[in-house]
T-cell receptor, first 110, second 112 residues
Framework: NAGVTQTPKFRVLKTGQSMTLLCAQD?????MYWYRQDPGMGLRLIHY???????AKGEVPDGYNVSRLKKQNFLLGLESAAPSQTSVYFC?????????FGPGTRLTVL | SQELEQSPQSLIVQEGKNLTINCTSS?????LYWYKQKYGEGLIFLMM?????EEKSHEKITAKLDEKKQQSSLHITASQPSHAGIYLC????????????FGAGTRLFVKA
């Protein structure tokens, strides 16, 4: 079992560029999440999904879009990156309340 | 919005010493989770507490949830360098366990 994997691990974007972060899990979990982690602010929920084909907004959804076309994948998109989106992004999936996290993607927007 | 307050923000202890990290909410917590994050890596699940007064232990780490389910503590006995990292508490704020909020984390440094 690979668990939760994220690609890429690092990325540098220029303001206005777009990109997609991929999260994949092989545990057959229904629930998946995207968080961002910023210094002193802990983890903040961006979007989440309770099953294939469903998505919902979290605490800080502005500037991001998501899709869950397949149960095992949860994509996070930035259409027009801004410096405020510089952060470490974590994907997670859950079963029975316990969340399993990916290794993170460090994104810098210049 | 409901928040989780963690204290202290950072902690430096000598190897072999005991330490406690606290996580507090102004509202009842439906589920309380403790995670550890090594610097630059993802979060690793440590323990989950659900019942008031519940206590769980894993190796040298013990977590407790108070009777009112508004405060949890994480206690490490005889700390080791391998315990160093960021400890985060998380709590369910909705039914179904799919909406979790997190504290800002406690950075633990262990001096050898």
């Amino acid at each position: 079992n690979a668990g939760v994997t994220q690609t890429p691990k690092f990325r540098v974007l220029k303001t206005g560029q777009s990109m997609t972060l991929l999260c994949a899990q092989d545990m057959n979990h229904e629930y998946m999440y995207w968080y961002r982690q910023d210094p002193g602010m802990g983890l903040r929920l961006i979007h989440y999904s309770v099953g294939e084909g469903t998505t919902a907004k979290g605490e800080v959804p502005d500037g991001y879009n998501v899709s869950r076309l397949k149960k095992q994948n949860f994509l996070l998109g930035l259409e027009s990156a801004a410096p405020s989106q510089t952060s470490v992004y974590f994907c997670a999936s859950s079963f029975g309340g316990t969340q399993y996290f990916g290794p993170g993607t460090r994104l810098t927007v210049l | 919005s409901q928040e989780l307050e963690q204290s202290p923000q950072s902690l430096i202890v000598q190897e072999g010493k005991n330490l406690t990290i606290n996580c507090t909410s102004s509202k009842t917590l439906y589920g309380l989770y403790w995670y550890k994050q090594k610097y630059g890596e993802g979060l690793i699940f440590l323990m989950m507490l659900q019942k008031g007064g519940e206590e769980k232990s894993h190796e040298k780490i013990t977590a407790k949830l108070d009777e009112k389910k508004q405060q949890s503590s994480l206690h490490i006995t005889a700390s080791q360098p391998s315990h160093a990292g960021i400890y985060l508490c998380g709590a369910d704020i909705g039914t179904g366990g799919f909406k979790t909020i997190f504290g800002a984390g406690t950075r633990l440094f262990v001096k050898a």
